[in-house]
């Protein structure tokens, strides 16, 4: 099946400082997902990128999918101790039928320290 | 309040137990889903439905069964239950662009 590599597993960085996690694919995916997960809490969407190239912000967070569509990339300007959780990519593997069963990368940890 | 609701939130089993864990969603979401996740290992999917009355096999389905019960309501049931069974479960509920997900049911095999 349709495999998603995400790194780093684990980042530590100061607040202010940025961050970025990045997900690999070795198919050409159809879309890509970002998801959030608060310590103790579930996964929360953040966005879904579909075109190749494609760039998208949400104030300090950008989000980038390669232009060969096998890659993508999370960045957060100017880390904040709110930013800490878990970051999720998840792609579709059914092609974007309607069904849209999702494969997650395994994740990157984000701890912030003040 | 809009969503996906989750029971239990917490549960402990002896190995060979069995129990249900149980979804409903409020969001008209034709397709739902269970996932697993367990550390280091990110979220894997053990069974969605895609609609009413289907469902299907994911990553790791064996030693599991599911119910669409109806639209809203997708179950998770463990027929005898093993410490390797060990993880916090979610649901969810949605189509491509962006699922919603439970809260989490944290499950616990001694």
């Known amino acids: 099946g349709q495999q998603v590599m995400q790194i780093p597993q684990y980042q530590h960085v100061q607040e202010g400082e940025d961050f970025t996690t990045y997900c690999n694919s070795s198919t050409t995916l159809s879309n890509i997902q970002w998801y959030k997960q608060r310590p103790g809490g579930h996964p929360v969407f953040l966005i879904q990128l579909v075109k190749s190239g494609e760039v998208k912000k949400q104030k300090r967070l950008t989000f980038q999918f390669g232009e060969a569509k096998k890659n993508s990339s999370l960045h957060i300007t100017a880390t904040q101790t709110t930013d800490v959780g878990t970051y999720f990519c998840?792609?579709?593997?059914?092609?974007?039928?309607?069904?849209?069963?999702?494969?997650f990368g395994q994740g990157t940890i984000l701890t912030v320290h003040p | 309040n809009a969503g996906v609701t989750q029971t239990p939130k917490f549960q402990v089993l002896k190995t060979g137990q069995s129990m249900t864990l149980q979804c409903a969603q409020d969001?008209?979401?034709?397709?739902m889903y269970w996932y697993r996740q367990d550390p280091g290992m990110g979220l894997r999917l053990i069974y969605y439905s895609a609609s009413e009355g289907t469902t299907d096999k994911g990553e790791v389905p064996n030693g599991y069964n599911v119910s669409r019960l109806n639209k809203r309501e997708f179950s998770l049931r463990l027929e005898s239950a093993a410490p390797s069974q060990t993880s916090v479960y979610f649901c969810?509920?949605?189509?491509?662009?962006?699922?919603?997900f439970g809260s989490g049911t944290r499950l616990t095999v001694v």
């Open positions: 969810a509920g949605g189509v491509v662009n962006g699922y919603t």
């Open positions: 969001m008209n979401h034709n397709s």
């Open positions: 998840a792609a579709d593997n059914a092609g974007g039928t309607s069904y849209g069963k999702l494969t």
